[in-house]
């Protein structure tokens, strides 16, 4: 007789077959193989940052310890470095008030560098790209790894440190309001796709946005785990949720580096020197960069406005949108232009024929009339079809990057 408790064979057999067990999403989302692997820290109420493993223990990495040991020699350089070259020589130096300043600067620098790192690490976290992905890994390690630019010309380090600390925190508060604005967007924009679009088959939905964990709206796309917040302050959202535009965080990134670079190279800035100008530079570049932010939403709110106020009364958001943005939409006008494609094509082949056969019997053909046809056209209705929506994508792109530059 079969031993086990019920169903125990059948189970044995499904897992021998290669064939996924039949659970729940509750019972999926509680498995060990979901379990989160990564750290998590948490800030306490004395403002100090506590790091804990996927276990939940304090945990402290040895590299965590030899950045500190590196960092401390630094500061001990640059301390020295003003000590021996005190204007006063009637007076002593405080050794150590220079030494506590240095100590001040640095929590404040790391503490204001902290908001950029928050930022690209919730971006790596739901990212959709792989490569995208890669990319804001490396702008990562870049960021953890940065160093304040210390002009020793000046007569105290804290100018500098003050300056540095104030560029970063503008970089904090523009990469903070990008990702934002991104993930608000997307997760209404593809939540809206699919509440208009609820009618059409699972199965043929496969491959177009899915919905994003809403609060108070979709809860039941938690799976029963509650809402992720990666880093503190950060957007909660669902433990499975991938976005396709944090992405960009890494090409804001590349863009500041690549204004800040031309513009040192134009005001003879590079080999290091005049560290105060870079700073006062890049913290210019910043400023600018959150203006220019804050008027394309104001634009792109103004246009949805627009949008509500001449369109029909009760519709939804992004109901009077562009048809393209639409991918459900874009699928009908692609399977209807495949139709149209292809009885033109049959119709002027038919046509090509009956003046093929006037020709045979002596008879005038008829004028040829020149039609859309006439043009290189793919002998595959289908690949014609998608070949113009692509075409038609590119050039609302073309005309919405005029539009901006204007």
């Known amino acids: 007789p079969p031993c086990g408790p019920p169903g125990a064979a059948e189970d044995a057999q499904r897992n021998l077959s290669g064939i996924d067990p039949l659970v729940g999403h509750k019972e999926a989302m509680e498995a060990e193989a979901v379990q989160s692997r990564d750290d998590t820290y948490a800030i306490d109420a004395d403002g100090v940052v506590r790091v804990r493993d996927a276990a939940g223990f304090l945990v402290l990495y040895d590299s965590a310890v030899e950045d500190l040991s590196r960092v401390c020699s630094e500061m001990l350089q640059v301390g020295t470095y003003y000590l021996q070259n005190y204007p006063d020589d009637r007076s002593v130096p405080d050794r150590v008030t220079i030494l506590l300043d240095l100590y001040e600067h640095e929590a404040t620098f790391y503490e204001s560098l902290k908001s950029s790192v928050d930022v690209l690490f919730e971006a790596y976290e739901h990212c959709y790209s792989p490569d995208e992905q890669s990319r804001l890994a490396q702008e990562l390690t870049t960021c953890i790894a940065k160093r304040p630019l210390v002009d020793l010309t000046k007569p105290y380090f804290a100018e500098s440190y003050k300056a540095h600390i104030a560029s970063l925190q503008l970089q904090g508060t523009l990469l903070r309001e990008v990702i934002t604005g991104q993930m608000l967007e997307e997760r209404m924009y593809r939540n809206t796709t699919v509440v208009r679009n609820h009618g059409i088959p699972v199965h043929d939905r ?63 800035l590079g080999s290091g020197r005049n560290n105060s100008a870079v700073t006062a530079l890049q913290t210019a570049v910043l400023q600018q960069a959150i203006v220019e932010w804050k008027l ?38 692609i399977d209807q232009s495949e139709t149209q494609i292809a009885f033109d094509q049959e119709d002027e082949m038919r046509r090509k024929r009956v003046n093929a056969e006037k020709g045979k019997h002596g008879r005038k053909p008829a004028a040829e009339v020149k039609t859309i046809l006439d ?32």
């Open 375 to 406: 043009e290189q056209q793919h002998l595959d209705a289908m690949v014609q079809a998608h070949l113009n929506v692509i075409e038609g994508v590119i050039n609302r792109k073309q005309i919405l990057d005029s539009v901006y530059e204007t």
């Open 206 to 268: 496969f491959g177009f946005p899915e919905e994003i964990y809403q609060p108070a709206t979709h809860d039941e796309l938690l799976g029963g785990c509650p809402p992720y917040t990666c880093v503190p302050g950060g957007l909660p959202v669902g433990a499975l949720d991938l976005f396709m535009s944090v992405g960009g965080v890494g090409s804001v990134m590349d863009v500041l580096r690549s204004v800040s670079r031309e513009l040192c190279f134009v005001h003879n």
């Open 296 to 333: 394309l939403m104001e634009e792109e709110d103004l246009t949805e406005d627009m949008g509500k106020k001449f369109g029909m009364i009760g519709r939804r958001p992004y109901a009077n949108s562009f048809l393209i943005d639409d991918p459900f939409a874009v699928e009908k006008v």
